[in-house]
């Protein structure tokens, strides 16, 4: 196994399990939540569906939830959340950076993938502005600020 290969399986290991106990448990949500009584059912549903895996159905359940209330930014979260389970960085960022622009505390992770994502893709400058927002977090989590600061 390469030294790459298992940079990667390490890190997506810990990355699920991130994900996974910030969706189980909840989040401090410092934003306001949707009030549109639509788009928080399928928000939910899109939450369960993601829980079970089901991440196609997840997918199509947060779009329906952001096609209702285009301001809903957990559900932009949550896009960001599955298009990572789906590998599709495109999606990742495009919902990451859409959840910065509607809510920039919601979540740090979102910081840490973006500046990973970055990083990956050589842009030093921007993975460095998103990493280093990302340690700016009261709370991280304790990899992924060792991570960021390398």
Request: charged letters at 35%.
């Amino acid at each position: 196994m390469t030294r790459k290969s298992i940079r990667l399986r390490i890190y997506l290991t810990a990355s699920a399990s991130f994900f996974i106990i910030s969706i189980v448990s909840g989040q401090d949500n410092l934003c306001p939540k949707s009030t549109n009584k639509k788009a928080i059912h399928f928000f939910q549903d899109a939450s369960d569906a993601f829980k079970s895996r089901r991440y196609d159905d997840a997918k199509n359940l947060a779009g329906k939830a952001v096609d209702e209330d285009p301001e809903f930014a957990d559900a932009y979260l949550l896009q960001g959340k599955i298009a990572f389970k789906k590998k599709d960085d495109k999606e990742l960022e495009l919902n990451y950076k859409k959840v910065i622009e509607l809510c920039p505390d919601l979540d740090a992770e979102v910081y840490f993938q973006l500046g990973w994502l970055y990083f990956d893709l050589k842009k030093w400058g921007e993975a460095e502005v998103q990493l280093k927002k990302f340690l700016s977090f009261d709370r991280i989590n304790e990899d992924h600020g060792t991570k960021a600061e390398t």
